[in-house]
T-cell receptor
Framework: EAGVAQSPRYKIIEKRQSVAFWCNPI?????LYWYQQILGQGPKLLIQ????????DSQLPKDRFSAERLKGVDSTLKIQPAKLEDSAVYLC??????????????FGSGTRLTVV | GNSVTQMEGPVTLSEEAFLTINCTYT??????LFWYVQYPGEGLQLLLK?????DKGSNKGFEATYRKETTSFHLEKGSVQVSDSAVYFC????????FGAGTTVTVRA
């Protein structure tokens, strides 16, 4: 089966600019996650969608970050305006359902963002 | 809240050496436990998992046993190869997947 697709692979922007990342999950996966992985740290969950509804966005800096999942499939994560500390790899993952705690998620290759 | 603590790296080994990466967790319930691996330039891949106490997960020569009494899920491999060089993440899932900080492993020929 096709994996989780993300684009772009790399992005370099200046601080205060805006940027958007795109994710296409595995077909049929109802739950989609965005994680932020800062260099040298483990991934941190930013937002979780179940179909096109938000389940958990408690760690999302809502003053600058936004995310949507239209029609319960693709998702975009946006940062506006970007700060230097937003430099990280942004990972998208998907899973069959919210309650499948026994299964790991499938991750995309990520988007490496550098803010200068 | 729930959390995962991994041994700090980096870890450098010679080929065919024994590898152990310690992982302990704090959780209010009975989470599933996972090890993920991230090879250079690649995304996170599920390495192995265990869903209940005393379960042993295994894959590619790696093993980890879910120990509820010590709240641990240590990763082991008896004989590492250069191709095992990667960052390894311990994770738990009760209502969401939470990761440790990762341990960088470098295997020298």
């Amino acid at each position: 089966e096709a994996g989780v697709a993300q684009s772009p692979r790399y992005k370099i922007i200046e601080k205060r600019q805006s940027v958007a990342f795109w994710c296409n999950p595995i077909s049929g996966h109802a739950t989609l996650y965005w994680y932020q992985q800062i260099l040298g740290q483990g991934p941190k969950l930013l937002i979780q969608f179940q179909n096109n509804g938000v389940v958990d966005d408690s760690q999302l800096p809502k003053d600058r970050f936004s995310a949507e999942r239209l029609k319960g499939v693709d998702s975009t994560l946006k940062i506006q305006p970007a700060k230097l500390e937003d430099s990280a790899v942004y990972l998208c993952a998907s899973s069959l359902g919210q309650g499948d705690f026994n299964y790991g998620y499938t991750f995309g290759s990520g988007t490496r963002l550098t803010v200068v | 809240g729930n959390s995962v603590t991994q041994m700090e790296g980096p870890v450098t080994l010679s080929e065919e050496a024994f590898l152990t990466i310690n992982c302990t967790y704090t959780a209010t319930g009975y989470p599933s436990l996972f090890w993920y691996v991230q090879y250079p330039g690649e995304g996170l891949q599920l390495l192995l998992k265990a869903t209940k106490a005393d379960d042993k997960g295994s894959n590619k020569g790696f093993e980890a046993t879910y120990r509820k009494e010590t709240t641990s899920f240590h990763l082991e491999k008896g004989s590492v190869q250069v191709s095992d060089s990667a960052v390894y993440f311990c994770a738990l899932n009760d209502y969401k997947l939470s990761f440790g900080a990762g341990t960088t492993v470098t295997v020298r020929a």
